[in-house]
């Protein structure tokens, strides 16, 4: 598959977060018809958050003020409860886009993903938080998404169907109505969380390696099957695989160098 954006010219942090805004519009539509006012506030506030962050970080570096907080907001959103206390919120998002994303200098230069960071100490702070699995209608919805992230490529086709293809033998999917489960389960932690560019591997190899221990680990955390992994596990899944993103990188150039050695001398 040949992907759009060698054609079109969207390139860094701007095209990247234009795509992922774009991908995301159809689920949080989606969750904001179902989830009503509730999910509605939870994503003002959530948006007021991150670009305070976003509007601090660019003054003090004297830069031009760039939205990017919109998608860890609108991510975020669609994982948490909306009885989540707004104090916690506020709290674990300002250190999931601190943390995981200013301090390395922006957006384009962090190893990890804001919304995955947050997610996860939400999860940490508050022993019991609940994160929300995908209704079937979200799951749908993240259709286009998936085909525009792909098509700029922006979700790794070899990081998809390992990270798939691992959480089905893993969990022992059989039939068609439980692979379907699968995914839906799985749509917007693939999309959005594992699959995110900015904190997945990126050489072919450790793509593979990558997609390969999300499943494993989003199989550990859901205690090693029941059915299908829950939003938690997928959460500290990607957050763990996206921690040892670099060396799984480093591990395939320097087999890669081995290999070629070994061949030509």
Not at 1 to 24: E, F, K, N, W, Y
């Amino acid at each position: 598959m040949i992907a759009l954006s060698r054609t079109i010219p969207l390139h860094g942090a701007d095209g990247s977060v234009l795509i992922q805004t774009l991908a995301l519009i159809p689920p949080v539509a989606v969750a904001a018809w179902g989830g009503g006012m509730p999910f509605l506030g939870t994503l003002a506030v959530a948006m007021v958050v991150v670009l305070a962050w976003d509007y601090i970080f660019a003054t003090l570096r004297q830069r031009a003020v760039k939205p990017y907080g919109i998608t860890t907001a609108a991510i975020f959103v669609l994982f948490v409860p909306p009885e989540m206390p707004l104090w916690h919120l506020i709290v674990v998002l300002s250190l999931g886009a601190v943390i995981a994303e200013h301090v390395f200098g922006g957006r384009g230069f962090a190893f990890l993903s804001p919304a995955t960071a947050a997610l996860a100490l939400g999860l940490l702070s508050l022993p019991n938080l609940a994160l929300m699995t995908p209704s079937p209608a979200i799951a749908w919805a993240c259709l286009p998404g998936a085909v525009l992230l792909l098509l700029f490529g922006m979700l790794s086709v070899p990081i998809a169907l390992v990270f798939l293809t691992t959480l089905v033998i893993a969990f022992g999917i059989t039939t068609p109505p439980e692979a379907v489960g699968l995914l839906a389960a799985c749509s917007v932690a693939l999309l959005f969380l594992v699959g995110d560019p900015l904190s997945a591997a990126v050489t072919g190899m450790g793509r593979v390696l990558y997609g390969a221990l999300a499943g494993v680990l989003a199989w550990v955390f859901s205690g090693f099957g029941g059915g299908v992994p829950s939003a938690d596990a997928l959460v500290f899944a990607a957050l763990l695989a996206s921690l040892f993103a670099p060396l799984l990188d480093t591990m395939a150039v320097a087999v890669n160098g081995f290999w070629r050695r070994r061949r030509y001398g």
